[in-house]
T-cell receptor, first 112, second 116 residues
Framework: AQSVSQHNHHVILSEAASLELGCNYS??????LFWYVQYPGQHLQLLLK??????LVKGIKGFEAEFIKSKFSFNLRKPSVQWSDTAEYFC??????????FGTGTKLQVIP | KAGVTQTPRYLIKTRGQQVTLSCSPI?????VSWYQQTPGQGLQFLFE???????NKGNFPGRFSGRQFSNSRSEMNVSTLELGDSALYLC???????????????FGEGSRLTVL
């Protein structure tokens, strides 16, 4: 069975600080990996995705993530956060036709 | 292209009642998934339908059921509502590509259910 662990439940950063959110997954086959974001009062939207190829994936709004197969990790990074990045971030995994499994989410609060 | 549409957006029910939620996927998307979102629990997978057939199922009791119609629209039903069923119910659609690789999920805004 596939599973996702997000170790940081609540992160508080000052503007311009660097961000790294951890995500580890468990799945025995070829994986598809995702990061979604939910801004306050808005619906979930895709930040970035990994299907195959270059393990360093760039997404919207300056976010990137690196797939490290040996560590079963897909950590999300941003070099300099802004107040507008305040949101909840979800890591997700799926394999082939399997369901998409989400982590419990990380709430990011950016202080101006 | 219109996004995923869920109705109703908000509803209040009492314990023991039943509720039906509706979801219209993005045009061309044949897969529809349902999730329950609660604080601290993240998104819990309910089920996924593809071409009117349930393809994947989560670990929810039988009170939670769903179906998909020939136009890919989907409904989920919760019978005998309990207080713990209060949550945001999210619907998401995705394409299914050849070779077994599915695309990313596109979410609706959700139906917020309150059970009193």
């Amino acid at each position: 069975a596939q599973s996702v662990s997000q170790h940081n439940h609540h992160v508080i950063l000052s503007e311009a600080a660097s961000l790294e959110l951890g995500c580890n997954y468990s799945y025995g086959g070829t994986v598809n990996l995702f990061w979604y974001v939910q801004y306050p009062g808005q619906h979930l939207q895709l930040l970035l995705k990994y299907f195959s190829g270059d393990p360093l994936v760039k997404g919207i709004k300056g976010f990137e993530a690196e797939f490290i197969k040996s560590k079963f990790s897909f950590n999300l990074r941003k070099p300099s956060v802004q107040w507008s990045d305040t949101a909840e971030y979800f890591c997700a995994v799926s394999g082939g036709y399997q369901k998409v499994t989400f982590g419990t989410g990380t709430k990011l609060q950016v202080i101006p | 292209k219109a996004g995923v549409t869920q109705t109703p957006r908000y509803l209040i029910k009492t314990r023991g009642q039943q509720v039906t939620l509706s979801c219209s996927p993005i045009s061309g998307h044949r897969s529809v998934s349902w999730y329950q979102q609660t604080p601290g629990q993240g998104l819990q997978f309910l089920f996924e339908y593809f071409s009117e057939t349930q393809r994947n199922k989560g670990n929810f009791p039988g009170r939670f059921s769903g179906r998909q119609f020939s136009n890919s629209r989907s409904e989920m039903n919760v019978s005998t509502l309990e207080l713990g069923d209060s949550a945001l119910y999210l619907c998401a659609s995705r394409v299914t590509r050849t070779g077994g690789n599915t695309g990313e999920l596109f979410f609706g805004e959700g139906s917020r259910l309150t059970v009193l």
